[in-house]
């Protein structure tokens, strides 16, 4: 018996101006599909709203 777990989305708030990334919606608009993980978007990426770096966001429950 296997069974697989799948770790939830997570939401991530930019710290500068409150943007959200969903990691579940992603941002297809930016190349960044829908499911992409919050590792996996590109360390050089920049908030769409305010151009504040990946570092100024951190992990939120909504």
Not at 29 to 33: L, N, P, Y
């Given at each position: 018996?296997?069974?697989t777990v799948t770790a939830e989305f997570q939401s991530y708030m930019c710290l500068i101006c409150g943007f959200i990334y969903d990691e579940a919606a992603g941002l297809p608009?930016?190349?960044?599909?829908p499911g992409t993980r919050w590792a996996?978007?590109?360390?050089?990426w920049t908030c769409p709203e305010c151009s504040a770096r990946k570092d100024d966001f951190e992990m939120v429950q909504i």
């Open positions: 018996m296997s069974s608009g930016e190349g960044i599909a996996d978007v590109p360390p050089n």
